[in-house]
């Protein structure tokens, strides 16, 4: 789960500077071990145990065990930094974690399979459901009454189409 992306050192004794991508940006204070990556879909990230933290306006200034000095935290500049799926932030029951709802089947509320979930789109106002089907792309809203329930233990998520959604 992506927690942030290291944006540049700061200061000469390897702390770097971190864009908070979580909803908690407290969180930070009680990580021991992160992963860092350039790549988010890394299968072999690097493992790197944290030993400081703290705030700068909305950055996370952070130090960790393995990073001595500008130069080798200069090497992580542009890098991923997540957490294993058991360290992320627990959810409430009607919550899920995008990733999870990515290959659900999408049906309508009539009974329609309309294809299955392929992306998900972070838009300011809601996320976007970008569903493959055999007629194309469609794009579902998820606001309430367009999504009426998203079952990720059964892979199914039912959907009133508007008007005009699809032809």
Same mark, same amino acid.
């Given at each position: 789960m992506i927690i942030g992306f290291i944006r540049k050192p700061h200061g000469v004794s390897g702390e770097l500077k971190v864009a908070v991508e979580s909803e908690d940006p407290l969180r930070f204070y009680d990580l021991e071990t992160?992963?860092?990556?350039?790549?988010?879909?890394?299968?072999?990230?690097?493992?790197?145990? /944290?030993?400081g933290v703290r705030f700068n306006k909305e950055e996370a200034l952070v130090t960790f065990a393995e990073i001595n000095g500008r130069d080798e935290a200069g090497s992580l500049r542009q890098h991923w930094l997540f957490v294993t799926f058991d360290d992320a932030l627990p959810l409430a029951d009607d919550?899920?974690?995008s990733f999870q709802a990515v290959g659900i089947n999408v049906i309508t509320d009539t009974g329609e399979h309309l !294809?299955?979930?392929?992306?998900?789109l972070e838009t300011g106002a809601n996320d976007v459901f970008i569903v493959q089907g055999e007629d !194309?792309?469609?794009l579902i809203p998820d606001i309430e009454g367009v999504?009426?329930? /998203?079952?990720i233990a059964n892979e199914k998520i039912?959907?009133?189409?508007?008007d005009g959604l699809i032809s």
């Amino acid at each position: 789960m992506i927690i942030g992306f290291i944006r540049k050192p700061h200061g000469v004794s390897g702390e770097l500077k971190v864009a908070v991508e979580s909803e908690d940006p407290l969180r930070f204070y009680d990580l021991e071990t992160v992963y860092v990556s350039r790549r988010p879909n890394d299968a072999n990230p690097r493992q790197l145990t /944290v030993t400081g933290v703290r705030f700068n306006k909305e950055e996370a200034l952070v130090t960790f065990a393995e990073i001595n000095g500008r130069d080798e935290a200069g090497s992580l500049r542009q890098h991923w930094l997540f957490v294993t799926f058991d360290d992320a932030l627990p959810l409430a029951d009607d919550e899920f974690y995008s990733f999870q709802a990515v290959g659900i089947n999408v049906i309508t509320d009539t009974g329609e399979h309309l !294809g299955t979930v392929s992306q998900i789109l972070e838009t300011g106002a809601n996320d976007v459901f970008i569903v493959q089907g055999e007629d !194309g792309e469609i794009l579902i809203p998820d606001i309430e009454g367009v999504v009426l329930d /998203v079952d990720i233990a059964n892979e199914k998520i039912v959907v009133k189409l508007p008007d005009g959604l699809i032809s």
